[in-house]
């Protein structure tokens, strides 16, 4: 066994897997692991955020970690590697590996250098100098890879000569030369460390990052440092300056920059906005609106709660307004359908996933009730309260949030009146609620206060026609005015 086979066996490397259909990439939210910890096979390393749901990742090996290789808040593809473990922490060091010196002048192959830990085993190859014209940019080339390979490579003009090799620590210069994707040639980027918001902020104030002094943790460069150097650099107007109306005072620096936030867009947000963008150019929205007196519905809502049955279950509006509209649905089936552009087909579905937007701390999340249309009511009190508080504390699985058939969004909760929501992509109707209040209502002849809500339908008007969705609003409106019609449409 070779000692680079050795090494391989010994340090196992976890990549970023693919955790829901279809996904990219995701970010790194939390290390719960770090350099020389223990784990074992199934332990929760970190948590990730991809553009469904948080995360946690359990590493599949035992041993002692010995890199982590991207740090909190990194946005990493699918398929990088993010940790590496020593799964034989008793062995000493790592074996160095033996390499015969190529007969031409070509590429290092094999494994390629890593930047921080182990780094790549000393080898004795000597490179012959490459036949280029540009024959100094050839031997910097040599000198670098030199000290990534770990032997010493002969001085060139403008370039010393390579120090006896060491381990590379994070945080140094030397950090900063990484390898050329798909070609195991080492580059010195130059660039400081700094994130693309910062980078943005010090293009506008026109500071140049390298001659910024980072404050932040492994010399990263941070916004209030792009602030300082800018500030730094204005000096004041030494001449008279000539008065001019409505403009700032001479030596005044007017920093629109400074009183705005910048908010990278990624991970739920990222995915909220391709989606609504992807629904409102796509599927041709239309929205009916109707108003109703759902003053039974809070008096049933109030029974329900006395209800022995309906103990320790949650029982809100919103409850009824669900169970309002999967009762439409079933009297309605056709609504519950999607548009196959490819195929060119309407595939209309034999269940109904309910789903159920949810404001959380990162972001809008719409999960959804499997199967929810033959659910009981208590059966749906359970899901959805087990639905809203998994999405509040980010936990909702990608599952949870793909194969939604129909949508309701209650921005009532906001004391909003109503709105036109804009369907989720592949679903075919998504029905706002709007906030319950007294209102003045004429009531068997007589005006009096009742509580009145306002309902919005929107749909794919593709496969949903004029009639077929007046249908749908038509009757969850009825049954919320009369919920006796829940035993017999039901």
């Not at 290390?31 to 948590?47: F, S």
């Not at 790549?120 to 280029?132: D, H």
């Not at 995915?271 to 049933?300: G, I, N, W, Y």
């Amino acid at each position: 066994m070779t000692a680079r086979t050795a090494n391989d066996q010994r340090f196992r490397e976890f990549k970023m897997p693919d955790v829901g259909e279809g996904l990219t990439e995701a970010e790194i939210l939390k290390w719960y692991v770090a350099a020389g910890d223990t784990v074992a096979d199934g332990q929760v390393v970190c948590e990730v955020e991809t553009a469904k749901a948080a995360v946690e990742l359990p590493i599949p090996f035992d041993g002692v970690v010995h890199e982590l290789r991207f740090p909190e808040g990194t946005t990493v593809d699918v398929g990088q590697v993010i940790i590496s473990v020593d799964t034989q922490p008793g062995a000493g060091p790592a074996a160095p590996e033996q390499a015969a010196a190529p007969e031409e002048p070509e590429e290092p192959q094999g494994r390629q250098a890593v930047l921080v830990g182990y780094g790549a085993a000393p080898s004795s190859t000597k490179r012959r100098a490459r036949k280029q014209p540009a024959q100094q940019a050839s031997s910097v080339a040599a000198a670098v890879q030199g000290e990534l390979n770990g032997h010493t490579a002969p001085g060139v003009a403008g370039v010393p000569a390579a120090a006896e090799a060491a381990p590379i620590a994070p945080g140094t210069a030397a950090e900063k030369i990484s390898p050329v994707p798909g070609t195991g040639q080492a580059s010195i980027s130059g660039r400081p460390l700094a994130k693309p918001p910062v980078r943005k902020l010090a293009k506008d104030l026109g500071v140049d990052l390298a001659s910024v002094v980072p404050s932040g943790a492994d010399g990263i460069v941070t916004r209030e440092d792009v602030h300082a150097a800018a500030s730094a650099a204005t000096a004041p107007v030494a001449e008279e300056p000539v008065a001019v109306a409505g403009a700032p005072a001479a030596g005044a620096v007017t920093d629109f920059a400074a009183r705005e936030t910048r908010i990278p867009v990624k991970g739920v947000r990222k995915a909220t906005a391709q989606a609504m963008v992807a629904s409102a150019f796509t599927a041709p929205h239309v929205t009916e609106f109707v108003t109703v007196d759902v003053s039974r519905t809070m008096k049933l809502v109030q029974k329900l709660k006395a209800d022995p049955d309906m103990a320790g279950l949650r029982v809100n509006p919103l409850l009824l307004v669900a169970k309002a509209f999967l009762v439409a649905i079933k009297r309605n089936p056709d609504v519950n359908a999607s548009w196959d552009e490819e195929n060119q087909e309407i595939v209309r579905k034999g269940y109904v996933n309910l789903g159920i937007a949810a404001a959380t701390p990162r972001g809008l999340l719409v999960p959804n009730i499997k199967d929810a249309g033959d659910k009981t009511l208590p059966e749906l009190s359970t899901a959805l309260s087990e639905l809203v508080a998994t999405a509040r504390e980010g936990k909702t699985s990608p599952a949870d949030m793909s194969g939604g058939t129909v949508t309701i969004t209650n921005v009532g909760v906001f004391g909003v009146d109503t709105g036109t929501p804009i369907l989720n992509p592949g679903e075919s109707a998504i029905l706002a609620v709007g906030a319950i209040k007294l209102q003045p209502w004429v009531h068997k002849g007589k005006v009096k206060p009742r509580h009145v809500t306002t309902l919005a339908l929107s749909f794919d008007h593709r496969l949903v026609d004029g009639e077929l969705g007046s249908k749908v609003l038509a009757d969850t409106a009825a049954v919320l005015e009369n919920p006796q019609r829940l035993i017999t449409w039901g």
